[in-house]
């Protein structure tokens, strides 16, 4: 396997999610596709199979599980496609569901790619559920913000929704990994979705991702869809509309992720950031 190494929602390697892209897996089995991405360590590793009529089927694996659709992980495929075969348009088959995706050259030169995300959804958590996940977070209650209900959200791939009460308490993150594992692997959370409202379109993220045996994603496609969807289909913002999500400041890999919100609640979420190859 050709193995190209990429960090995605980032014009610079010194930011952004990195990812491992295989851009043809065929006749590569899933033993062998974990034990790449395993190996590798990223948070997820894409692999890639052509199909006869031009679309692609996919699959993320991060170093210890597969999961069903990854954002960073298919902005940096869709990137490093259009690199090898000219900018345009995909459809890449997951396994949570069809996912076109657009890329296009921007005026600097760099390669931006928007995906939309398969059709978002959101339920409540159970008091017990939320008490569980605050308690693993080493979050109260009061370090909530009451504007921004605490949800499981969905766009391809579940992650329950906490929103901070302050800056302060998103850039504070010190929480139980096999707690907050164990619960994430009860339920079938791919990562944490922790937000701050800076206004009305500009959030700040932080994403624990304890499941795929990673501590923190610096950014998380999958999740912002999500994200998108959550605040739509609550009326907690004004659609249509784009939202800016900053991730992995704290951690020292500034993300941007641009996301767009269309008015019908059928329509999936909008995607949108570029990648650069890691040499």
Not at 213 to 229: H, I, K, L, W, Y
């Amino acid at each position: 396997m050709d193995l190209l190494r990429y960090v995605a929602f980032s014009n610079d390697t010194s930011g952004g999610n990195p990812a491992g892209v295989v851009l043809d897996a065929t006749g590569v089995d899933e033993t062998a596709m974990a034990a790449l991405a395993a190996e590798v360590g990223y948070s997820e590793t894409a692999f890639v199979v052509p199909r006869e009529d031009g679309s692609l089927g996919i699959r993320y694996f991060s170093p210890q599980t597969e999961v069903p659709f990854c954002g960073h992980a298919t902005i940096a495929t869709a990137v490093a496609h259009a690199q090898r075969h000219g900018v345009g348009e995909l459809l890449l088959h997951t396994q949570a569901g069809p996912v076109p995706v657009t890329t296009e050259t921007a005026a600097d030169g760099s390669v931006l790619a928007t995906l939309v995300s398969v059709a978002p959804r959101s339920t409540a958590l159970t008091d017990p559920d939320l008490a569980e996940l605050l308690t693993a977070l080493r979050w109260s209650a009061e370090d909530l913000d009451p504007k921004l209900p605490p949800r499981a959200a969905y766009a391809g791939a579940w992650h329950p929704v906490l929103a901070a009460a302050s800056r302060t308490r998103l850039a504070d993150l010190d929480y139980d990994m096999p707690a907050l594992s164990s619960l994430m692997a009860r339920r079938d959370w791919a990562t944490v979705a922790l937000v701050w409202r800076e206004s009305d379109t500009v959030f700040h993220a932080r994403n624990p991702f304890p499941p795929g045996g990673v501590v923190e994603d610096p950014a998380t496609g999958a999740a912002a869809a999500a994200f998108g969807g959550y605040l739509r289909e609550l009326g907690l913002v004004d659609t249509p509309t784009t939202l800016t999500v900053h991730q992995g400041v704290d951690m020292g890999r500034p993300s941007l992720i641009t996301v767009g919100v269309p008015e019908d609640h059928t329509a999936g979420i909008k995607v949108t950031g570029t990648a650069v190859a890691l040499h």
